[in-house]
T-cell receptor, first 117, second 112 residues
Framework: SAVISQKPSRDICQRGTSLTIQCQVD?????MFWYRQQPGQSLTLIAT?????????ESGFVIDKFPISRPNLTFSTLTVSNMSPEDSSIYLC??????????????FGEGSRLTVL | GENVEQHPSTLSVQEGDSAVIKCTYS??????FPWYKQELGKRPQLIID?????GEKKDQRIAVTLNKTAKHFSLHITETQPEDSAVYFC???????????FGKGTLLTVNP
């Protein structure tokens, strides 16, 4: 398993501002994933963050809007830039752990609930 | 890419009854199928998973079945309890894709 700490847990932001979400894992992991969960919706992958390389973004998400840092194997940040009310959502950090004979389970942080006014 | 369809979107059962949630996937190369439970205001948590070399897996009151030919898998919860009330997500991963693709979720309500 993995213990994932995210902060802030929630925030209320003004339109046009940016917010950086931090994700700290208690063990070294190769890939960290950032998901968005809009109210009452499913989990949508924003990007995959690999240490030492550029993040890989999914269709519909761009680096200018969601810049990601991955300075080491236990930490990542996601910035939501130039926010609008449509960005109000829960943002979840996740990691995949691998054990013997295990494909890998995905563990999630508690999430960061953003409300944009 | 992978597409995962999940049904029903809402499910209401009486305590003690069984609940079944079904998912289909599109990529025949997918080989890992987890189920997540998300209680209100909480993070999604893995409750059971199945890999493509297995047809069924059971863990106490929870079981998952997989039909690779038909490309569908199902979650079965027996003897439901009010604490089973949550949103359940199915997901699929595999082939050339390292990413998990999630279904839209099922809101399960267990009435006491």
């Amino acid at each position: 398993s993995a213990v994932i700490s995210q902060k802030p847990s929630r925030d209320i932001c003004q339109r046009g501002t940016s917010l950086t979400i931090q994700c700290q894992v208690d063990s070294q992991v190769t890939m960290m994933f950032w998901y968005r969960q809009q109210p009452g919706q499913s989990l949508t992958l924003i990007a995959t963050a690999n240490q030492g390389s550029e993040a890989t973004y999914e269709s519909g998400f761009v680096i200018d809007k969601f810049p990601i840092s991955r300075p080491n194997l236990t930490f990542s940040t996601l910035t939501v830039s130039n926010m609008s009310p449509e960005d109000s959502s829960i943002y979840l950090c996740s990691v995949e752990t691998r054990g013997a004979g295990n494909t890998g389970e995905l563990f999630f942080g508690e999430g960061s609930r953003l409300t944009v006014l | 890419g992978e597409n995962v369809e999940q049904h029903p979107s809402t499910l209401s059962v009486q305590e003690g009854d069984s609940a079944v949630i079904k998912c289909t996937y599109s990529d025949s190369a997918s080989n890992y199928f987890p189920w997540y439970k998300q209680e209100l205001g909480k993070r999604p948590q893995l409750i059971i998973d199945i890999r493509s070399n297995v047809g069924e897996k059971k863990d106490q009151r929870i079981a998952v079945t997989l039909n690779k030919t038909a490309k569908h898998f199902s979650l079965h919860i027996t003897e439901t309890q009010p604490e089973d009330s949550a949103v359940y997500f199915c997901a699929a991963k595999g082939g050339s894709n390292y990413k998990l693709t999630f279904g839209k979720g099922t809101l399960l309500t267990v009435n006491p």
